[in-house]
């Protein structure tokens, strides 16, 4: 019988998992295990390979979707989380937000601090111009830089079924996100994109 997830989900398909997003995979995992969590959540399952990976490293770690037929472990919307207050020492929303209009990101952001006893952790696609710079020098620690290149006007976005909005979007700039996050309570202790992908942008929260 077929796989009912591989219907509509792009998870599993070569295309997909790009060695770019890869990169991004070991970032999700890395961000998660620097912090040493006892509980994980994390908003939205995807392939599954970062919550197994968490599993087999005996982190507890709990998979919330919207979506049932990806069976994780609770059926839930990230605008209205199926838990109490100051559960997860961890909650991690990796590449999901944007997925839902402005309105409910805000609103997202509320229920993410207030399921988190300490952390969150979130990633966003951003689309803002960089150029990536190697510097290799021998017998010295690799030198890894994205260099910024200004857009003179922000680029219009076509709404489409997959994404609201991404951050350096017309009136989706940085600044207001990141503004956002922190009327929502959190302090942000780091953001950086990923070097190889930097489509993805990461926030690392704090309570």
């Given at each position: 019988m077929e796989d009912p997830t591989k219907k509509f989900f792009?998870?599993?398909d070569k295309s997909y998992n790009s060695k770019e997003r890869f990169c991004s995979y070991w970032h999700q995992i890395h961000e998660i295990v620097n912090l040493n969590p006892k509980s994980v959540l994390e908003i939205g399952i995807g392939n599954r390979f970062v919550s197994d990976y968490l599993k087999k490293i005996g982190i507890d770690i709990t998979a919330l979707d919207i979506e049932k037929?990806?069976?994780?472990?609770?059926?839930?919307?990230v605008?209205?989380?199926?838990f109490k207050s100051n559960v997860f020492?961890?909650?991690?929303?990796?590449?999901?937000?944007e997925h839902l209009p402005y309105t409910d990101f805000k609103l997202a952001l509320l229920e993410i601090f207030r399921v988190s006893k300490k952390f969150a952790i979130l990633s966003l696609p951003d689309?803002?111009?960089?150029?990536?710079?190697?510097?290799?020098?021998?017998?010295?620690?690799?030198?890894?830089?994205?260099i910024p290149l200004p857009r003179i006007k922000k680029p219009s976005y076509n709404f489409s079924p997959d994404h609201y909005w991404e951050i350096g979007t017309k009136n989706f700039h940085l600044k207001k996100i990141t503004k956002d996050i922190q009327e929502a309570g959190f302090i942000i202790k780091r953001t950086y994109r990923v070097f190889e992908y930097p489509y993805h942008r990461f926030f690392i929260l704090k309570k």
């Open positions: 792009p998870y599993f037929n990806l069976k994780p472990n609770v059926v839930g919307n605008v209205s989380i199926p020492d961890v909650v991690a929303c990796y590449e999901i937000l689309i803002n111009r960089v150029y990536p710079l190697i510097i290799k020098i021998p017998k010295i620690k690799e030198i890894k830089k994205l």
